[in-house]
């Protein structure tokens, strides 16, 4: 990998994975207090517009990070700042009034999200959709400063930084248990509301960090000269509403997702245990691989080095899909175990097991796709190219509807099921993959009209000996899980899961060396 890569990656990787240890050890405790019940799934659709801001606009990799990354890179501190002063007022304006909006609507909001919810789960997702508003303004200066950092190379904290929700959490789930040990529904404060309150109190304290480390490296200035830089401004807010509907899509399509599966009892909490896990690895990947990306595509764009740039999609795409397609093996041969041993206690018992590990496996059948969207859509906002991703979302929203309804059994009100073909919760998710695939086909092949040319066959065959090298593998690994996975113990079982993880890496590291699509070399100190 290239020298850029290598100075940042290690940080950026190790800041992330904190953070996604974190992350999932918040779920852990999550699970054993609250399981597949009521209450988690109130906070899933609660969650729905708040998450949508906080992790698009407010993410890293999100519209407002990378439309700054892209103008204030080339901007000295001093200008930067300005830059930064005046977008922030701007967005925070923006977002507090569609904040006062939302809370005052809360209740339709969740009507129009989850309109086959009971009606005790209707109540508990309006409180804790009030309780979340404050985080929607909060989440416009987080976006923003994570860009600013980056802009500097500073990607340490923006990777680390998720982790503070997730430990304010953690703690509001201890103390919930010494306070409130029958986890009784009684006290909103330290159960029904207690997730939400959580989050409040985690994005804030995300914010008052944010705060204080733009301010440590120059970029915090509270003048501002309206007049000055209109370019800057012009060029990021120009980035940032295509983009926010772009990058936004699997989000997006989260709201239409959770709709139909309001149908289904425990489907919200199922879908979050499941896209949690893929999520936690997944957004290692996507922080190693692409993050460090953006700015050298800015740069490249700059010096209008295509062919650079170009050098850089490719090996980009090749270590995405030699990562990934790893990931979906590993995912659906130690399904069972990974779910068992990350969830099972508490509340959550072996039903609440057999309902997650399905949707665990329907999940990582979409993790390519997903991080290829990823990939593909970055670059072309980092080239500042959003009209063809822009229109392509709407597409991909009207298929995902189609979709999600065609097989879950195309319901229609006082005809029944149309298909035959109604696989529940599974059949959601499985939607999503299938919209990922066709958006990335279209966004590949659009690359040539700017003068992007992918080696689309070439990139193909390597795709599908990873593929085939990962089939075998998962077939040997699973044949020896069978004769061996006898444990009754969750020591055993995270043995076994130990054990057979190392397997399945040599094994795949060994047949994509022989058939020649894996660049990886375990003795240097490149990639």
Not at 245 to 269: E, K
Request: net charge positive; aromatic share 16%.
């Amino acid at each position: 990998m290239h020298t850029f890569l290598k100075s940042n990656v290690f940080s950026i990787s190790f800041g992330t994975g904190l953070s996604k240890l974190a992350g999932c050890i918040r779920q852990i405790f999550i699970a054993a207090a609250f399981g597949v019940g009521i209450t988690y799934d109130a906070f899933n659709y609660a969650y729905i517009i708040p998450g949508f801001l906080l992790i698009i606009i407010g993410g890293i990799n999100g519209p407002l990070h990378n439309a700054v990354v892209a103008v204030l890179t080339p901007l000295n501190k001093k200008n930067g700042g300005i830059v930064l002063t005046q977008v922030s007022i701007k967005i925070s304006i923006l977002l507090l009034g569609l904040a006062i909006l939302i809370y005052f609507n809360s209740s339709l909001l969740i009507e129009l999200l989850a309109p086959n919810l009971s009606y005790q789960a209707k109540s508990i997702a309006t409180y804790q959709l009030r309780i979340l508003t404050p985080c929607i303004p909060l989440s416009g200066f987080i976006g923003l400063s994570f860009g600013a950092l980056n802009s500097r190379r500073k990607f340490f904290l923006s990777s680390i930084s998720p982790a503070i929700t997730s430990i304010t959490t953690i703690f509001f789930i201890l103390f919930s248990w010494i306070f409130n040990p029958q986890n009784t529904s009684s006290n909103f404060l330290t159960y029904t509301g207690l997730l939400a309150f959580a989050t409040l109190a985690g994005t804030f304290i995300q914010f008052i960090v944010q705060i204080w480390e733009i301010n440590k490296i120059g970029l915090f200035r509270l003048e501002s000269t309206f007049q000055l830089f209109k370019d800057e401004e012009r060029r990021i807010f120009k980035l940032i509403i295509p983009a926010s509907i772009t990058s936004g899509l699997s989000q997006i399509n989260v709201f239409i997702d959770m709709f139909f599966a309001s149908s289904f009892q425990g489907a919200a909490s199922g879908m979050a245990y499941g896209n949690f896990l893929i999520q936690a690895p997944l957004g290692i990947l996507s922080n190693s691989l692409i993050l460090p990306l953006l700015p050298k595509f800015s740069k490249l764009r700059s010096y209008r080095d295509k062919i650079g740039l170009q050098k850089n999609l490719i090996s980009g795409i090749e270590y995405c899909f030699l990562t990934t397609i790893f990931l979906t093996g590993l995912f659906v041969t130690f399904n069972n175990q990974i779910v068992q041993l990350v969830f099972q206690r508490g509340v959550f018992d072996y039903s609440a097991t057999l309902k997650v590990k399905n949707i665990l496996i329907a999940y990582a059948v979409g993790i390519p796709f997903y991080l290829y969207r990823d990939l593909l859509v970055r670059t072309y906002y980092s080239i500042e190219k959003t009209k063809f991703p822009f229109k392509l979302s709407f597409a991909g929203i009207i298929f995902n509807i189609f979709f999600d309804w065609f097989l879950i059994g195309a319901p229609l009100k006082n005809f029944g099921n149309l298909s035959p073909y109604n696989f529940g919760v599974v059949g959601i998710i499985l939607s999503s993959v299938i919209v990922n695939f066709i958006v990335c086909i279209l966004l590949s092949f659009n690359l040539r009209n700017e003068d992007i040319h992918l080696p689309n066959l070439d990139l193909f065959k390597k795709i599908t000996l990873m593929s085939l090298a990962s089939f075998i593998d998962s077939t040997l690994c699973f044949t020896i899980l069978k004769t061996t996975n006898n444990f009754n113990s969750n020591f055993g079982e995270f043995l076994l899961l130990i054990f057979g993880s190392l397997t399945f890496f040599v094994i795949y590291f060994l047949l994509t060396k022989f058939l020649n699509v894996n660049k990886l070399k375990i003795h240097q100190n490149r990639i």
